[in-house]
């Protein structure tokens, strides 16, 4: 695939995934906060700091994929490099997922599971809406510096976008996402009962 | 009058005896035919046992379920054998465990060729039969003979919706627009018990209320906004949705656990308006006194305990259920509490006994009838409490025993089993199993476990 951006210095493969590892780290911190807030004893307290590190936790879930994409571009890294680095924490978060519940599933569930649409497989439709959109903006930024030669909307990732739009209706507030749940659970028994 | 003869005298004797017998005979069992109750089980969903407002809840009014309490039986120590909608829904039917009527989770079917429900034999007792509301057990919906009315509903896989939701009505789907499924369904269940007949009746009223997504009545909206909410567990926060897996519940991720708790108090106020009705019906119709009513809900739920919002393991909170019994015929010092444990799979039995039907011997509860007239203050020391996994919802499949005073519980997995002291550590904080006392009482829990489990052991 032709790169279509000028004059951004190509960074060392470390550097350009650099990003991606920080916020990989950033949530394993948050992760590991809101496993450990037991220890607070005043009822308030407790209640605000599991709220907030909550929310904070879903967004950072949810977002961080947007700013990754975003500073990998700024270090020289391809397409292929910044959907990596940016479904990177979303993959992480998958796995960790996978290894909590085969304490209850098995190999084959456990990996069916992440098809659920909370929290998995709903965070990547999310996430490939949002590297879309993402990447228009990039274009938009970078055409605006004279640093990206392309259009700044094109078909694919306006396609994505608009696909990751309907596909999240319908799994979260079409029938409340009944549905979603019903065909998912349907495949579950042809597969495994 | 002419003296009698010796023989004449025996003979007269004789004929005066067998005329007796039989007279007395023939009146009793018209007698009993007469005296047969009418029956109403009216079952909630995931209901916790102490919403009620007689159980000293902040602010829940339920003046409905109050007046059963005032008026029967409360068993205060009322438990599910499985916190799980399906499953028991079949052991309520049935009588029996999970395990034996093979409805284990919300997936695995109900077998119509092998299970028999309680209203075979209520039939043959002379009953007429209705199941109105949610039979929710996986596999198509079932052709139950001994039934004479059955309206039910299939949308969202069973769960049915609070508004618009279209019933199966002996078959035919309904479209129900603009109903509200509380009232729709007492509205049924009252056009049945209202019915002109010689028979007496037996009505099973199966609802919604209060399963998730919470929805009240537009009336009843938002009537708790306003109100305190700092009596939920210290664990309890706002967005216990967004933690991995709780989602999926049912409970709508994008409302927090306050809202979600207030629309589950206004829906079951809902549902106690519709029950003082009902009640109310009966009253007019002169048939209180000799109508059986028992409430249950089939598990109870946790709201925040163990920040969890659900139903699926042991804890105290959601294996407790609400269970009350009201027959002003039958029950000796109605207004009563009752601390003996008493289950689900107790309700078949307990209707049979109080409609003098036959027995259903593949049952394994036990009639309460005894504890109703105040023969008998318990009628077990302990339970098997069992569930099954049930994917996607994240809990192992697990086996236990729940003794008056501790519970054991085994866990497919890495879990650990545990013995926990019921009453001092209702949370199931303080596992006893490696402490002096938890190892005196594993080898009789485990013996227990096996016994009810038919030898399985904790199932590893």
Redesign the interface.
Known sequence: MENKYRHIEKASFLKRFMPAGAALLGWLVLHLISENL?WIEN?GT??LA??TV??V??FYLAFNGFFVYRAMLMKGANLVERIAGSYMTPLAYAIK?II??S???TVG?SF??CL????VLGLFVWQAGLLATSEMLCRKYYKKRNRYEGNTVAAVPLAISIFSLIALYFLFLY??G?TA??I??ES??MI?? | MKNMTRRELLSMTGKLAVGATVAGLVPKNLFAREQQPNIIFILTDDQRWDHLGCMGHPFLKTPGMDRLVREGVHFTNAFCTTSLCSPSRASFLTGQYAHNHGVKDN?SAWDNEKNRTFFDNIKEAGYRNAFIGKWHMPGKIPKINSLDRFITFDA??GQGYYYNCPLIIDGVKTERPGKYITTDLTDYAIEFIKEKSKKPFCLYLSHKAVHS?WRPPKDLDGIYKNEDL?FLP??????IS????K??EGA??FLTTEQNYRRYCESLTAFDRELVRLLGELDRLGITRNTAIVLASDNGYSWGEHMDVGKRDASEVNIRIPFVIRYPRGIANPGRRSEGMVLNIDLAPTLLDLAGAAPKRDSDGISLKPMLENRKEKVRDSFLYEYF?D??Y????QYGVRTENHIYMAY????KAGIFDVNKDPGYRNNLIDTPEGQRMLPEMKRLLAQYRGGAGDGK
């Open positions: 037991g009822r407790y209640k599991m709220n909550h929310v936790l879903f997922e909590r519940v304490e209850f599933f569930e069916f599971y659920l649409t909370y929290p029938d409340d009944g749940f019903y998912y659970m579950y028994k495994f009962k | 997936l969202s896989g997504p700092s210290k664990e309890t926060f706002s967005f967004l933690l991995s897996g989602a999926i709508p991720p996994k994917f996607p994240n809990v192992p499949e497919q997995g890495r879990r």
